[in-house]
């Protein structure tokens, strides 16, 4: 360490002198290194979660995912197979704060899907995923591209996939009962998650913050707009509707209901024949 002297001159001319401390320099700090061998082939651990945007992780009850890596260049799959578990803590998922470096769906279990990889060099990667598999009707798929690097694990919440949309069930009327023309025929149905959680007025998935709506179609031609409310008993939307006389409706009506937040993007729709 060295000590610096300034001289400057006083008010009269005389000179003064400054000593100023010693400099300290900040020691430099180096990068670890990987702990994996300088060449061939290295396992790989890819960790993979399906996760209902907004909401929890996409587990058994909606049937889980579907997940695929494949390698860009060469359109080669490197692992394939499904996502299997619980949906996770609710409240360690929904409720609980977060900083953007801790781990949301790992800190308690839920589904993933976990494939060991062999890598010669870093590789580009496609990982897609598609479900829930137990509703075909809803099923959603989303993709992500990133880079492989051999012998660089993924663990903690890994690669977070999300998929958007809602389940949408039309419980009432059953298809394909036949519809008489009178005024009390109600059309009811179900909407939650993509992972399995009931959407409801003041729950985590507040449906006042949800536009959902009927529609009665003759065709392509829509005849009504039906506003829904919760009814809590059966867990359900609801709505009236009018039902023509079949004179009107030789080909029957479409039934449609319609699930949208516009804050997050998830929408859904179901429709039904009759």
Same mark, same amino acid.
């Given at each position: ?7 400057? !001159?006083?008010? !009269? ?23 994996? %061998?300088? =060449?061939?082939?290295? %396992? ?10 907004? $909401?929890?992780?996409? *587990? ?5 995912? /579907? ?5 860009? #260049? ?16 609710? =409240?360690?998922?929904? /409720? ?9 769906? #790992? +800190?308690?279990?839920? $589904?993933? &899907? ?14 897609? @995923?598609?479900?829930?598999?137990? !509703?075909?009707? @809803?099923?959603?798929?989303? +993709? ?33 009962? $036949? ?12 909407? /939650?998650?993509? +992972? *399995? ?5 003041? *729950?985590?998935?507040? #449906? ?20 829904? &409310? ?13 039902? %023509? ?10 039934? /449609? ?7 997050? *993007? =998830?929408? +859904? ?6």
């Amino acid at each position: 360490m060295t000590q610096v002297a300034l001289v400057l !001159f006083g008010l !009269f001319g005389l000179p003064l002198s400054l000593i100023l401390p010693p400099c300290f320099t900040p020691p430099v700090i180096g990068q670890t290194l990987p702990d994996v %061998p300088l =060449n061939g082939p290295q %396992p790989t651990l890819v960790l993979v979660r399906v996760v209902a945007h907004g $909401a929890m992780v996409l *587990g058994r009850e909606v049937g889980g995912a /579907r997940v695929t890596i494949t390698e860009v #260049s060469s359109g080669h799959i490197l692992a394939s197979g499904l996502q299997q578990g619980e949906a996770g803590d609710q =409240n360690q998922i929904m /409720r609980t704060p977060h900083l953007m470096e801790e781990p949301i769906y #790992s +800190s308690r279990p839920s $589904a993933a &899907f976990s494939a060991i990889v062999h890598l010669q060099t870093p590789t580009l990667v496609e990982i897609s @995923a598609e479900g829930p598999l137990a !509703f075909p009707a @809803a099923l959603q798929r989303a +993709s992500k591209t990133l880079l492989l690097v051999p012998g660089q694990d993924l663990t903690h919440d890994g690669i977070v996939l999300h998929l958007s949309g809602y389940l949408v069930q039309i419980e009432r009327p059953k298809l394909p009962d $036949a519809l008489l023309a009178k005024d009390d025929v109600k059309l009811r149905a179900s909407v /939650r998650t993509l +992972s *399995g959680s009931l959407v409801r007025p003041h *729950g985590d998935w507040d #449906s006042r913050k949800i536009r959902i709506y009927g529609e009665v179609l003759i065709g392509d031609r829509i005849i009504e707009r039906l506003q829904m &409310f919760y009814d809590e008993g059966s867990r359900t939307f609801e709505a009236p509707f009018f039902v %023509p006389p079949s004179k009107d409706i030789p080909d029957g009506l479409t039934l /449609r209901v319609i699930a949208t937040d516009l804050s997050t *993007g =998830n929408a +859904s729709h179901l429709s039904g024949l009759e």
